[in-house]
Structures are given as C-alpha cells and as structure tokens.
C-alpha cells in the first residue's frame, strides 16, 4: 500500500445496549457486533473506523453498556500503531468545549493506533435527555 492510500472501515448502526432490559436474552449481541468491526478493523490494518451514527441504542446509556463499548475500545484501538492522518484543523476552534487540544491519536500520552471518528446519529443525542 503506498503512503497516498488510506483505509477506512466503515460501519453505523452498532446500538450498543439494545435489548439490555427488556430482551436480556439478545443484550451482548450488539457488543459482539462492536467487537467484530473492530476486530476486522485491526484484521485489515485499517487507518481508521468511521462510524454512521448510533454507536449506542439509548440517548443516556447505562454505565455497564458504556463500560462494554470502552472495554473494546481499549482491547482494539489502543495500540502502537502509526496513524498516517494529520489533523489539519485549527485546534482552538474544534476543542474549544473540551480539556484537551488536540485529537487523542496526535496526543503522545496515549497510544491511539486505530481512530474512530463518529458521525452524529438520531440516537446519540448528546445532551442525555429523553
């Protein structure tokens, strides 16, 4: 692969935690489904995952469902792999919200080896309200 070239995997519609109170029965299936776009995502020595929307089912999931979700990340996206992307925006205007200034893969302090980016999903209201 030449240094021009950039993989992408692309998935949405995880819905972490679908089923987690009222179909016990099928609760880990959408945390195996996580775990197996990322695993094919190291697999295929992807540069990055690009996620569609609705990574969890609920607005405000539970903290086991959110603990799941961080359980994989670290598992796979935590490596010392190079990531070839730069992010060329200006950081003062994207993190302006957030105690950090740059992106967590730029960051030397931690070894972000496969990014995911998300794109806002009608499930992911991120104010947390129903």
């Known amino acids: ?3 021009s070239t950039v ?3 692309v998935a949405s519609d995880i819905h972490a935690g679908y089923g ?3 179909q016990p ?3 880990n299936d959408s945390f195996e489904a996580f775990r197996e776009v990322l695993k094919y995502g190291i697999e295929h020595e992807v ?3 690009l996620l569609g929307g609705d990574l ?3 607005n405000n999931p539970s903290r086991e469902t959110q603990l799941e979700v961080v359980r994989s990340i670290r ?3 935590f490596n010392n792999k190079d990531v070839p992307i730069e992010f060329v925006s200006d950081p003062s205007v994207n993190f302006q919200h957030s105690s950090f200034s ?3 893969y730029e960051d030397p302090n931690i070894n972000v080896g496969m990014p995911i980016f998300t794109i806002h999903g009608n499930h992911d209201d991120l104010s947390g309200k129903v």
Request: one cysteine or more; charged letters at 30%; a positive charge.
């Open 75 to 77: 598992k796979y996206c």
């Open 25 to 27: 029965n099928i609760r």
């Open 20 to 22: 987690e109170l009222k």
């Open 102 to 104: 740059t992106v967590n």
């Open 47 to 49: 540069d990055f995952v």
């Open 56 to 58: 969890f089912h609920e």
């Open 1 to 3: 692969m030449s240094l």
């Open 7 to 9: 993989k992408i995997l």
